[in-house]
């Protein structure tokens, strides 16, 4: 089903919990150590931003990360040095942008990035604006370098188009829990619900994000059937806050391993609450 | 209609098709175009791409003939086509003004307006809501929506709040919420990424309006298509007035939909020549370390990559960053433009030059004092053409006047002031501001 | 031919002649009108008078022609008559908006001053003079003489220079020479009494361009002349969309061309009952002591007397010195009226009205608000009476739209912010100007 | 040929010096003071100006007097008080606006202005803003009360029109020296002489007025064929010169007087030359 194993690992036993965090937020150094503390709470795989000018897909939580971070010099070649030089045992999947996925070809297509992402150890890719429709070059470096490209269902999406992605998609499937941008929430929707029933056909991991915060919505999301949960905004908001109040990056890093195995416990609840002794949600 | 169907019919469909139709099935304009957006705004677009063609295309309900209706009644069309008996004179060729600039708002800006919150109207929706840089846009949606009685609410950015702030005074006349959008430089691009953002949240009761040819499918073949009315008229109103077709046509572009607008039924005639006029700023050089481009020549000067959810022309760093973009002139002050113009000038048929803000300022008070018409600081670029390089035009040529300057009055104060314009009147009662 | 030979014919002409022609052969509406004004300037009321009969009335040379042409091509018209869907159904009636907003330049004042200007190139004449209050008039004739290629001097109070810097700036950038006039209170009246100075030491090579249908005769006819097209359009588009005549037509007036421009055609249809609105300022109340009228109703509260050369309505003291009059909106600040309306008022066949500026204001954003149109505040005086006296009117309302408000925009913001007004958008932002 | 036997008298024999000031300039009182000084310097004919708020056919000069005199409270009544209450040996003409003397009849036309004027001891009115076309109720009214209706001949007015001026004017004919509203003037215009030879037909009292002021402008105007001078702008200008320089009225009238001097004898000597010897002018 993955081009890559390390993806397939990550969903192969128990709900993958699937982080996010923008890389270079609010600099270099500090962002490493974040997304180390990612993967010792817990994290399966991790999402790794790669910011761009125009982010026409987030929330203003995660668009501030980004200009942080562009503020702060990440560049794609940056971006690729980093993953180089993390050490996480997590799968690395790569979000960002098309425009500088293909700007980094030269001309040359999609290709030139995916070769270095892999050579970076990236296993996936998610591409926010890219739809199914324009997909095939990226689908096609993917394919040859190993990397899987993985698409966002919306709540939305349905027929031809959900079939045309399920025929794509590689890794997960990005199942979006509502509609609009990126941005913690309070509570849990019922279209996530939906989604996943929409999805059942589809012999893919279903990853649930979009507004995931705490322990109890990772437990209900995967009580309702979900085989990981993404989440962004809610630890974007952890690093914002270390901005804010001025935290050391050991302060910070301490907070996101803290969320983070909060997170993770409660994917692990809801897992055991759907396959064992079903809980009520 | 499925998309794979639509695309196996793609090439015959549009080999057969006149240049005025170019990308209606597809949103292609061979590489350019396209439909890069969030998977959440997908159904938004389909939706809006299957009404495109109903009512716009097709017809249905009577759509195009109420929106023809309102344009001529609301709006003010046809718009003259006026000849300039000094411009032409000076330079030694006809000279042809298209007079955009009557119609209802100041600009070209209402073909699309209208006809997008009409469509919006058609389609059931509720709500507008609309992203604007120099205001023209959001003005003429704030009137559209007015008129049919639509709740609006336009995004435009801080800073662009405060250069312009009696087009948000107009805006809020006219009953729209006007919200600050405060990310970035708080100009253009962040309103539209903003506008998008809300877009993806509400797409089931909201529509949409972008205001030129950029953006998905279908809003560059859309917009193209409201706006074509332009040209429609001209190219007819040239035919009586001369006895033929003009030999050239001269367009700002900012975004692009004036141009094509003033271009679309002349696409197909191969003898006229198309001008695209481009802010060349303060220089067409770019610094890259600052990711920023004194000027906003995207024809001119960009390079391929992928905006806003279209694939096109842009003005952007070799990492692929999006720059910050400069004209006197804040509507043509975007670092993108319509994938169809980028097309066009791929393929050799439009001819895409720019004007630096100099010659803008010169063409701006030229216009005003030798026929009596202030220009838009936009529009101004054209005539900055027109002095510059007239002796390479033919003998009838035909200039958008894209819009009026009523709106520009403090900016040209301002930029007047900081230079050395030859043609200026006696500014000094005005400096420091109105 | 000689005056009194004129005058033995008058009565048995007069009579003959259509309503809309009145006042052509001599100037006189019943006991108004007339030529009260020094010899000095004679000869060149005599002049013009001559053009006047010779090319308006004749043609000659195709006068009127090339006028109706550059009408159409620079100016824009036909301006459309709107149906205003949204306040059709608050006052359910039909409520029809004939668009003079959308005339070049933003008012109706175009239309004059291009036929004025017009005539004097077809006189032979080297200069134009003009004198404006609010700066429409002004504007207008900076815009027709640069179109026209005339050397151009316009005459303005300095307090009114004050108070509209972007119209002062307009006719700069268009060319003209704007001179303040520093006397009494540096309004309309004493610009007007200066540029007649001006023109009794130049009239041989300078024609003057009064703005409205006041002066002595022949301007109030051919202020009237000129300004007739648009019932001339109203009444035949009245006619093509709803079938038949209006049941009534409303206009605001301060000196009154627009009015009589949207009435001329109108005044033979007996049926159609037409509506001068006035500006009835802060009170209808006079201050003779102050010799200050805080309005400017000088058909519903003024008296008969003699004014910048013709006799007609005047708000005056019990001395006959001209008050101070008093308006939110600068165009209809003047104490004086044509005297045509001054005639068709105590006829009975103009229904004189004030409405106040509280009323104008919230004419004003109603308007903007409910159909995406700002209108002039002078305009919006007419919507202030369609709000206030709509019970009283037939099915089928026509109303002028004398300009459009974007030189208003600072008024509104202060005089929005001095008051309560119900319908107002938050204003916040803008208090303290822009 | 005229009404008043006062006019008649004042260009019997010898140029008339007829001299202007608006009454009330800058005050009540100072403004007699002014006119009796005038007198005392010779005046035959005084030109009273009564003040009106749109003067339209006023230089800068006497417009700026009209407003000091209404700022000071000048009324027509006040008007008539102030001329029952000079005591000079010279005409007395009223010269004022048409709204004015129409206005003074409450809706019964022109004649109760003319029967007060009468009544206050002035000889003649001149009319600037009232054509010869719209004179007829106001020459009644003059004729009825013994007035002279004084009419102003522009250096362009011609054929029917003077001749139709010429049937209605008495007293004397006022020439204007130049196109023009009222203001000093440093020379002598060519259309002075050419308006004098087109009314030499006439047989009335030929006064010349409109930037004359100084004893050889009148010197050269009389000796050109004129019955009279009329002087306004220049003394006016002594009356704005004693507000600027808060000149004592004494100090002022006695420059008014010497000035009036200056004028009627430069007017003296134009006649003697014209009849007498004939000198260069
Ligand atoms: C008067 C005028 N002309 C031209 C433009 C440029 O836009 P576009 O190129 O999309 O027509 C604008 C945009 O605001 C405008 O206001
Ligand atoms: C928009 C507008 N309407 C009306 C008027 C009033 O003038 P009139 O009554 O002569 O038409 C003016 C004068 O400036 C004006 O600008």
Redesign the pocket.
């Known amino acids: 089903m993955a081009n890559s194993d390390a993806l397939d690992a990550a969903f192969a036993d128990g709900p993958a919990y699937v982080p996010y965090l923008v890389v270079g937020d609010p600099d270099y150094e500090s962002s490493k150590a974040y997304v180390e503390a990612l993967d010792r709470g817990g994290a399966d795989v991790i999402e790794l931003g790669l910011p761009f000018s125009e982010p026409i897909a987030e929330g203003s939580t995660i668009q501030e990360a980004l200009v942080r971070s562009l503020d702060a010099g990440m560049t794609p070649d940056r971006f690729f040095a980093f993953a180089e030089e993390l050490e996480v045992d997590a799968a690395l999947v790569c979000m960002t942008y098309y425009n500088l996925i293909y700007q980094y070809g030269k001309g040359e297509g999609p290709r030139p990035f995916v070769e270095r992402a892999a050579a970076a150890g990236i296993q996936g890719l998610v591409v926010p604006d890219l739809p199914a429709e324009e997909a095939d070059p990226l689908r096609e470096a993917c394919d040859e370098f190993g990397l899987d490209l993985v698409f966002i269902v919306a709540p939305t999406t349905r027929g031809d188009r959900l079939d045309r992605m399920m025929a794509n998609v590689s890794g997960y499937v990005y199942v979006q829990a509502r509609l609009g941008t990126t941005g913690a929430r309070d509570d849990v929707s019922d279209q996530t619900t939906a989604s996943l029933d929409r999805l059942s056909g589809y012999d893919v991991p279903k990853a649930v994000g979009f507004g995931i915060s705490t322990g109890d919505h990772a437990e209900r999301i995967v009580a309702g059937g979900a085989d990981g949960i993404i989440v962004g905004s809610a630890l974007v908001d952890v690093v914002a806050e270390g901005v804010a109040a001025d935290l050391s990056t050991a302060e910070v890093a301490d907070r996101l391993e803290a969320l983070s195995r909060e997170l993770k416990g409660g994917a692990e609840r809801g897992h055991r609450s759907r396959t064992g002794t079903v809980e009520s949600a | 209609m499925s998309e794979t169907d639509t695309r196996t019919t793609e090439e015959t469909e549009t080999a057969r098709r006149p240049g005025r139709e170019r990308g209606r099935e597809d949103g292609k304009f061979g590489r350019y175009g396209g439909q890069y957006v969030p998977e959440a705004l997908m159904p938004a677009i389909e939706e809006l791409t299957d009404a495109y063609e109903r009512y716009v295309l097709d017809n249905e309900d009577g759509f195009m003939d109420e929106f023809r209706e309102r344009l001529a009644d609301f709006g003010g069309r046809p718009t003259p086509l006026q000849r300039a008996d000094r411009l032409s004179e000076r330079y030694d060729t006809e000279v042809y003004l298209k007079r955009e600039d009557l119609l209802h708002g100041g600009?070209?800006?209402l073909n699309n307006a209208l006809g997008q919150v009409l469509l919006a109207k058609y389609m059931g929706k509720e709500r507008i809501i609309a992203e604007t840089?120099?205001g023209?846009?959001g003005t003429a949606t704030a009137m559209a929506a007015a008129h049919l009685d639509m709740p609006c609410t336009i995004y435009m950015g801080e800073r662009d709040i405060n250069r312009q702030r009696p087009n948000v005074f107009r805006m809020k006349l006219n009953g729209s919420e006007v919200k600050p959008v405060t990310t970035g430089r708080g100009t253009l691009k962040e309103a539209i990424s903003e506008t998008m953002r809300d877009w993806a949240e509400t797409v089931e009761d909201t529509h949409y309006v972008i205001?030129?040819?950029v953006g998905p499918h279908p809003f560059p073949v859309m917009v193209r298509d409201f706006q074509a009315v332009i040209s429609e008229e001209a190219r007819e109103q040239a035919r009586e007035k001369t006895g033929g077709l003009p030999t050239d046509v001269v367009a700002?572009?900012?975004?692009?939909?004036?141009?094509m607008g003033t271009f679309a039924h002349f696409v197909d005639d191969e003898d006229v020549a198309l001008h695209a006029v481009e802010a060349g700023g303060s220089t067409l050089e770019v610094d890259e370390e600052a990711g920023v481009a004194p000027n906003s020549a995207s024809l001119f000067a960009g390079e391929e990559g992928v905006l806003h959810g279209a694939r096109t022309k842009l003005l952007q760093d070799s990492d692929g960053q999006i720059m910050e973009s400069h004209s006197v002139s804040s509507?043509?002050d975007y670092a993108g433009v319509g994938p169809e113009l980028a097309y066009l000038v791929d393929e050799g048929r439009v001819d895409p030059v720019a004007v630096d803000d100099d010659a803008a300022l010169e063409g701006f008070h030229r216009l005003s004092n030798t026929e009596g018409i202030i220009p838009?600081l936009?529009?101004a670029h054209a005539f900055g053409y027109l002095e510059e390089h007239h002796e390479d035009l033919g003998e009838r040529v035909v200039v958008n006047v894209?819009?009026r300057g009523d709106k520009d009055l403090d900016a040209a104060i301002e930029e007047t002031d900081q230079r050395d314009v030859a043609n200026a009147p006696d500014m000094s009662m005005f400096t420091g501001g109105m």
Chains 1, 4 share one sequence.
């Open positions: 600009a070209h800006k840089g120099a023209q846009h205001g030129s040819i700002c572009a900012g975004g692009g939909s004036n141009t509507g043509l838009a936009e529009t894209s819009g």
